[in-house]
Nanobody, 124 residues
Framework: QVQLVESGGGLVQAGGSLRLSCAASGSILSINVMGWYRQAAGKQRELVARITSGGSINYADSVKGRFTISRDNAKNTVYLQMNSLKPADTAVYYC??????????????????WGKGTLVTVSS
């Protein structure tokens, strides 16, 4: 089994910064894409940023220039540095990873994994 555990959420004033972390653990053969999504109250979950194992990065237009995604492949961990936070950034942030794992049959397979989420609240 594979588990994703997020940390780093909290309450911050507008203009402040937070750093989210997400560590993957378990039967991991490799991790392709790791990313962060968020879901605000009453809205659909949306992509914030994603990074491939080779370092290719995509950001949502709403966070470009303010958020930075990075990863430590040796630690199976992805980070999201969030600067110049706005009240509109308030949401539950979820980690996502495309992980190659191995089942009880011994056959490798890819699986999308989600963390349980961490709440980020930005006050005005």
């Amino acid at each position: 089994q594979v588990q994703l555990v997020e940390s780093g959420g909290g309450l911050v004033q507008a203009g402040g910064s937070l750093r989210l972390s997400c560590a993957a653990s378990g039967s991991i053969l490799s991790i392709n894409v790791m990313g962060w999504y968020r879901q605000a109250a009453g809205k659909q979950r949306e992509l914030v940023a994603r990074i491939t194992s080779g370092g290719s990065i995509n950001y949502a237009d709403s966070v470009k220039g303010r958020f930075t995604i990075s990863r430590d492949n040796a630690k199976n961990t992805v980070y999201l540095q969030m600067n110049s936070l706005k009240p509109a950034d308030t949401a539950v942030y979820y980690c996502n990873a495309d992980i190659k794992t191995i089942g009880t049959s011994g056959v490798p397979y890819n699986m999308q994994n989600w963390g349980k989420g961490t709440l980020v609240t930005v006050s005005s």
